[in-house]
């Protein structure tokens, strides 16, 4: 996970402010392993398509339109 990092490292990003990302598994680790001052974001997009997949598929288009 962290190879991609390291090579925009190599290549010079030395300094991200804010990843925002999908919830891949180790990729909060990765960035903080190469860019350990950065923050770190669950898109927003992402978050809310894991909470509609919780709510009844009956109901969802309710709660959808917040």
């Known amino acids: 996970m962290g190879k991609p990092l390291r090579e925009l490292n190599r290549r ?3 300094k991200v402010q804010l990843f925002i990302t999908d ?4 990729i909060e680790n990765a960035i903080k392993m190469v860019y350990p001052a950065s923050e770190w974001q669950l898109c ?7 909470s509609l ?9 309710l709660f959808a339109e917040d």
């Open 12 to 14: 010079g990003v030395k």
């Open 23 to 26: 919830d891949l598994p180790g």
């Open 44 to 50: 927003v997009l992402h978050t809310v398509r894991n």
């Open 53 to 61: 997949n919780k709510v009844r598929a009956k109901d969802r288009g």
